[in-house]
């Protein structure tokens, strides 16, 4: 199935350089001002402190116009598949109208994503823009407290309840029977009521913001403005393409093994095309296994971005995501395969994470296949203990039920053609958005010690550009019972380099006991711990790229000297050897790089 879009029909058309750039602006504001009122007014620590939330502007036309500071997985697509089907289901739109989405069978990402559409029309009622609130759930109402359920069989496991682009505000006015289908649903009721709210309020302004935006220009403008907006974009995407290496390649990537799948894992494969002369670029996501019975399925929208993602970090950063460089991209899909479009009741309960990561990985290291120039490494693999779904009763508020998605750390990022790894990457599909959880700010919300967090030395994926290492954190319960929900990955199969880079150290997780003995734990698990027990996270780093021993020197001695790396691993994996005084010798370094090249050579031969 291609539904990327191709080249465009006619001539473009011409447009005042300095307004198209000043229009663009006014739009990201919008987004902008629509991310901060979520932002600030989010009742859950979700939102509030972990900033996992998009927020966009889509056409009249279904085609994506800005996503400013937003999650990549969340709406490079999948926000016009949301904005086609609230037309779909209903036809004639009003002002004052609000429609609640999650169904990943109908554009969403996965079902703990609730998202918000509200349809911006005029005077005479005519539809113009859709903009778009979507913001991850602290609890969705799954069978059990996490919105993670990577062993979930189907959606009746899951247990989410589903909203396919339902009208919850009509003529500005709460829809009350869905707010209380969520409220007798949700454990965190109340917690839910402020996020709604707060997603409701950041809607509207969206929605006021560009009504007093077309009032002022001029609405006709306005939809010109899109047009040439999406033309100039297509025209970047063009010409970015044209400065890569013609080529295909294909690249595997292996999630490790949960309930429900294979016992070796979901290995999926991407097959990219870069077509230089035609400025075209396909991903094809085809050949790749039926859905499984578990969670770990993609959405449609999750495999559009995804395969999206890996794009874009390989192509030139200043080409505009939106409906005009989507143009130049083509994504074949196959409805009923783990990586392409789901049929109810396939469960995507982990959609925007894991398997979804993979896909973007095997793209990347597919363009570094084809163009040396470009790609990346394995991202570190998504979603530990440390950035799970903790739960319980507080003792110190009287026994009240919590319910929240922990970020305190994540996957490391990959090394890259010319910079190192991005400690605080998390996954590849939010693409560093989401911010680190304060220790202080998560002891205060929640009854937990978090008892350690340090970065691991010598767990990068070596390389010329190295990847980040990982980390280790340590937490638990504190006079009460506490649940984490998780659904890790690169615990067996941990994060590739690319170009000669090497692969990371990978995850693991256990529990600590009381009496110091230590429980390991499973890939995919719900845990509970008591008091006096801990949670162990180790995070996966990430993969490198290009040789080891052609990284800088100097670069090599600066991980030393941080900590990063030891001067053990400088000498054995980088070739580098310093002295007592931690300065590099060279003559010992060149010798060092000599013989490790020579025995890669015989192995090899």
Known sequence: ?????????????????????????RFESVVRKMANTLLRTGRSGVLNTARDFSCC?????????TA???????????????????KTFHPVLRKGDAFLHNSPYHGNSHAADHTILVPVLDDAGEHHFTVLVKAHQADCGNS??????????????????????????????????????CEMRIRVPKQWRGDYIAMVGAARIGEQEIDKLGREIGWDILREHTQVWFDYSEQRMISAIRGLAKGRASARSTHDPVPGTPPDGITIQAMVEIDPEAALIEVDLRDNPDSYPCGLNLSEACARSAAMVGIFNCVDHSVPPNGGSYRRICIHLREGCVVGIPRHPTSCSVATTNLGDRVTCAVQRAFAEIDKRTGMGDGGAALPPAAGVVSGSDPRAAGTPFCNELILGGGAGPGTPSCDGWLTMLTMGNA???????????????????????IIPDSEGAGKFR???????????INCRMEVGYVSDGTINAAKGARGGHTAHP????????????????????????PGEWIVSVTAGGGGFGSPIDRDPGRVRTDVIEGWISEKRAAEVYGVVLDEDRQVRRSATEARRAQILLDMERRSG
């Open 1 to 25: 199935m291609n539904t990327g879009g191709g080249p465009a029909a006619g001539k473009t058309r011409s447009f005042d350089g300095v307004r198209l750039a000043i229009l663009n602006k």
């Open 57 to 65: 502007i889509v056409t009249a036309g279904d085609e994506l116009l």
């Open 68 to 86: 400013a500071e937003c999650y990549p997985i969340h709406v490079l697509r999948g926000a016009d598949l949301m904005a086609m089907a609230m």
């Open 144 to 181: 059990l407290p996490t919105t993670y359920m990577g062993a979930a069989r189907d959606v009746y496991e899951e247990g989410a309840l589903i909203f396919p682009a339902i009208k919850v505000q009509s003529d500005y006015a709460d829809v009350a029977d869905i707010i209380r289908m």
């Open 432 to 454: 560093g958005m989401p911010f680190i959880d304060s220790i202080e700010v998560d002891e205060i919300h929640h009854p937990i010690l978090i008892r350690e967090r340090r």
């Open 467 to 477: 990847g980040a290492p990982g980390s280790k954190i340590a937490f638990g319960p």
């Open 507 to 530: 995850a693991k997780q256990y529990k600590l006991l009381p009496d110091g003995k230590i429980e390991v734990l499973g890939v995919s698990a719900h845990v509970v711990l008591e």
